[in-house]
T-cell receptor
Framework: EAQVTQNPRYLITVTGKKLTVTCSQNMNHEYMSWYRQDPGLGLRQIYYSMNVEVTDKGDVPEGYKVSRKEKRNFPLILESPSPNQTSLYFC?????????????FGSGTRLTVV | TQLLEQSPQFLSIQEGENLTVYCNSS?????LQWYRQEPGEGPVLLVT?????EVKKLKRLTFQFGDARKDSSLHITAAQPGDTGLYLCAGGADGNNRLAFGKGNQVVVIP
């Protein structure tokens, strides 16, 4: 089944404790992206990647890092999480650049930073 | 980043009624998509439209892309409780390698 897999689904952590949210897609898509979704603010792009070793900032990159060492994986790293990073996070992939041909989204990671 | 305005923000209707929601922008898009999202889940792509004036149908859902490619509408005929969800539009413009998302239309269909 074609899918984007994120882990974990739920995560509660403390301020300052480094964490990684994994994302993997099995569709051989070149383009991958991370979004956060907050009430009243909608989906906001954090980082995106156009291919292996090619990443760029989205609208809200502060406090986040990403890497794209393999085509299928695009982990999101929070080096020192803070409470304002409490949010619902989505990874997505697309066969076309920019997501113009449509995204497949993961099921989401609900992160709480206390 | 382009701005997409979706209206109405919230809509509650009875089962069997029809509804239309809108997605508007001042930007011209080369690609516009609609997604449906259920609580706690990721958005699911419903349709992509690329040609001005294009109309696409997906069962009881009808999607229209404006002639000027700046706006779109989603019409649901004889709504059912299973149509309940957050409908998101997303647009991509030439020369821009990122999609912009609207904040969504929350639709509730009451049995």
């Amino acid at each position: 089944e074609a899918q984007v897999t994120q882990n974990p689904r739920y995560l509660i952590t403390v301020t300052g404790k480094k964490l990684t949210v994994t994302c993997s897609q099995n569709m051989n898509h070149e383009y991958m992206s991370w979004y956060r979704q907050d009430p009243g603010l909608g989906l906001r792009q954090i980082y995106y990647s156009m291919n292996v070793e090619v990443t760029d900032k989205g609208d809200v990159p502060e406090g986040y890092k990403v890497s794209r060492k393999e085509k299928r994986n695009f982990p999101l790293i929070l080096e020192s999480p803070s409470p304002n990073q409490t949010s619902l996070y989505f990874c997505a992939s697309s066969p076309g650049q920019g997501g113009f041909r449509g995204y497949t989204f993961g099921s989401g990671t609900r992160l709480t930073v206390v | 980043t382009q701005l997409l305005e979706q209206s109405p923000q919230f809509l509650s209707i009875q089962e069997g009624e029809n509804l239309t929601v809108y997605c508007n922008s001042s930007s011209v898009f080369s690609s516009l998509q609609w997604y449906r999202q259920e609580p706690g889940e990721g958005p699911v792509l419903l349709v992509t439209v690329v040609t001005g004036g294009e109309v696409k149908k997906l069962k009881r859902l009808t999607f229209q892309f404006g002639d000027a490619r700046k706006d779109s509408s989603l019409h649901i005929t004889a709504a059912q409780p299973g149509d309940t969800g957050l409908y998101l539009c997303a647009g991509g413009a030439d020369g821009n390698n990122r999609l912009a998302f609207g904040k969504g239309n929350q639709v509730v269909v009451i049995p």
